[in-house]
């Protein structure tokens, strides 16, 4: 089953590259071995899914790789060279032995770039068949996952085909280990009798890489994979958790109360809401694609969606203010919530595009009713304090705050969450040190003149 995200959540979390010179999430997972893994993670990473048996299923796969030492080889020239031999236009050699020695003879008198691509195309594939032949064995002695013993079990039958029990008597170091026969019958076997099998086993290969690399990805970065609960109350719990595109992030950790749907965060500018709120999105992403992810530990029950809005841009090519595109964002996300069982939604700084009195009170209205949806869990910051005493249904909000301690007059962060509302109101004094009345009483003093 599909997860549920847009366009504008994708941009909040930074998960792709876009214009901006700012890492994206992708490009930490962005490790493969070879081209055809790095497509095959992509694609993965495109498609979070909602289904807590997919997602339990790769999660056992990329444990299995984290736990055991067997490791596939994998060398991206020769994958390329196959996958350049396979789209080769030359008309499949025949498999007999008469046609075998001519095209053999006449690629000695005349070297030909086909047979040269065909012979080399032959040579990694086999080499490739003998490395999976020992990985395959090797893994099998060990206990295996439902979903790998499948993909291992299409290895294993592809290379007991009697055509190539001949070509494991040992490892080919040259096309000179081949036989001319060999050549011409195992290009026919590839490319005709079994072209649709070998293409299943090279992406047999490539997801081998792309789990492959994430269990490294789980050993050098201190990523952990997501612990799936079922219950019918959502359930959300992160240890430790941070962004990791930062050049030094500081981790956090949250848990929602037995009671509570909804967390209210306060907090000066820069004290880490954004941050905050960025990472807790992704943690619900990678959750939902099966993947390690940046912390110590998390629990989530599976949710059927993700939507945040915390970089919205105003839409002037439709004629909305800031304002009326943050109106219209949250209508849409109410929509959704209207239509779909649980999902998880972020609000970085709730109406700031308008004045404060419109701003209390909507955001007031909204937040209130919010907190009365169940099945669905909810973040939502903001810069006007006065918000946090007059809401009514306290009991099922969660105050959490970041701070800032000032020292010579300037604001130091911690950018760790506490508990409670923010009290501080640093704007005026960090306007007091930057001089600017004191600059303005100067041209004042020089109209005088």
């Known amino acids: 089953m599909q997860f549920d995200i847009d366009k504008q959540t994708i941009r909040d979390l930074n998960l792709f590259e876009e214009r901006t010179k700012e890492r994206s999430i992708f490009s930490v997972y962005n490790r493969t ?38 490791v596939l080889k994998l060398k991206s020239r020769h994958l390329d060279y196959i996958e350049h031999y396979l789209i080769n236009d030359r ?45 395959v064995n090797e893994s099998f002695l060990l206990k295996l996952p439902e979903t790998l013993r499948a993909d291992f079990d299409q290895i294993k039958t592809f290379i007991g085909t009697n055509i190539l029990k001949n070509s494991f008597d040992k490892f080919p170091e040259d096309i000179k280990d081949l036989t001319f026969a060999q050549i011409n ?4 076997f590839i490319r ?34 997501p612990e799936y609960v079922r219950d019918s109350q959502p359930i ?18 949250f848990s929602f109360t037995q009671n509570s749907s909804l967390c209210f965060i306060t907090g000066p500018n820069m004290a880490g809401k954004s941050t905050f709120l960025k990472t807790m999105g992704l943690m619900i992403y990678l959750a939902h694609l099966g ?68 701003a209390y009170d909507a955001s007031l209205m909204i937040i209130s009713s919010l907190a009365k949806i169940r099945h669905n869990i909810f973040f939502i910051s903001t810069h006007l304090l006065e918000v946090a005493e007059n809401l009514e249904t306290k009991d099922s909000i969660m105050f959490k705050c970041f ?47």
């Not at 790769?58 to 790789?65: A, D, G, M, T, W």
């Not at 629990?299 to 800031?322: A, M, Q």
């Open 291 to 358: 993947f390690p992810l940046p912390a110590k530990k998390m629990k989530t029950t599976v949710f059927d969606g993700l939507f945040t809005t915390i970089n919205l841009t105003d839409n002037l090519n439709l004629g909305y203010s800031h304002f009326y595109s943050e109106v219209h964002r949250v209508k849409e996300i109410v929509e959704k919530i209207n239509t779909e069982r649980n999902l998880f939604v972020i609000f970085d700084e709730l109406f700031r595009g308008t004045n404060v009195k419109d």
């Open 91 to 135: 008309v499949p050699l025949r498999n007999n032995i008469i046609d075998a020695a001519y095209n053999g003879f006449l690629n000695k008198l005349s070297a030909d770039g086909d047979y040269w691509i065909i012979s080399n195309g032959i040579l990694y594939s086999i080499r490739l068949l003998f490395d999976l032949k020992l990985f």
């Open 192 to 225: 005709v009798t079994k072209k649709i099998e070998f293409r299943e086993l090279l992406n047999i290969v490539y997801k081998i890489d792309v789990l492959q690399t994430l269990s490294l990805i789980m050993k050098t970065d201190g990523f952990t994979l």
């Open 403 to 449: 701070e800032s301690e000032l020292v010579d007059q300037s604001p130091v962060y911690d950018f760790k969450l506490k508990e409670g509302v923010s009290k501080e109101r640093i704007g005026m004094t960090i306007i007091k040190r930057e001089g600017i009345l004191g600059i303005l009483e100067q041209i004042i003093e020089k109209q005088k003149i």
């Open 185 to 188: 019958n195992l290009d026919h």
């Open 33 to 70: 071995a070879t081209k055809g893994g790095l497509e095959m993670m992509l694609k993965l990473f495109r498609t979070p899914v909602s289904d807590i048996v997919s997602l339990q299923s790769r999660k056992e796969e990329i444990e299995f790789f984290f736990l055991h030492n067997c």
């Open 236 to 253: 959300f719990e992160v240890v430790d958790a941070f962004y990791p595109i930062l050049a030094n992030p500081v981790p956090n950790s």
